[in-house]
Structures are given as C-alpha cells and as structure tokens.
C-alpha cells in the first residue's frame, strides 16, 4: 500500500511493476469512497532495480482518511494496480489499518503425543 499525503508539493512513491513499462505511462487514481476516477495523467515514470518511480503533483490534492485504487499502465497493459492511503500522520511505526481488530482466543487443547 502506498501512503501519501494531502501536500500540495511534488510527492513521489514506488511500486513494483508487472513488467518494465517501455516509455510514458497512464496513471489513475480512483476514490474508493466516491467511488469514482478523480486523477489521471501521463508521465515518463523511472524504472531502476525493479522498481517503478513516480512523482506528480495532484491537482486537485488528496483528500485526508480517503483510499484510492491506483492503475499505472503502459500503452493498453496494465503494468500496477495497488491501493493508497491519504493520512498527514508522520509516525507510521504506530499506525495500523488493523488496530484493535484482531484478539486472541485462549484455548486449553492439550496434545497427546505417543
């Protein structure tokens, strides 16, 4: 999951792509909320070592708490789909998207080996 910010200032992230993308590559973002297209543009992204750079500015910004499904493609083939995640939250060694989901059940099973 890619994790941006509502900044207005260029924003870059990586992802590890299907396939390295031969020149400009299309990129969506999709609200998940809204459930519609709010960006998309067209960009000489930079591929080294397996990962796929890209660095943009959104115009309109991202909106804070939202998700959005991104599609990078490469022509008619879809090189990434992921998710992102919009938070101004900087301490990310203590977010978590599964906080206080998951609580152990104790059991008293006993094993028998013979």
Do not use: W
Not at 34 to 62: C, D, E, M, R, V
Not at 80 to 101: H, L, Q, W
């Amino acid at each position: 999951m890619v994790i941006l910010t509502t900044s207005a200032a260029s924003q870059s992230f990586e992802v590890i792509p299907r396939f390295e993308p031969t020149g400009n590559v299309d990129v969506t973002f999709t609200s998940e909320q809204q459930n519609k297209l709010t960006h998309t543009f067209n960009l000489a992204a930079t591929y080294l070592n397996g990962y796929l750079t890209i660095a943009n500015t959104f115009s309109p910004l991202l909106v804070d708490g939202q998700n959005y499904i991104i599609e990078i493609k490469d022509g008619a083939e879809l090189c990434f789909r992921g998710k992102a995640y919009i938070t101004d939250d900087t301490d990310f060694a203590k977010f978590s998207i599964n906080e206080n989901v998951f609580t152990e059940q104790s059991s008293n099973n006993e094993f028998v080996i013979i």
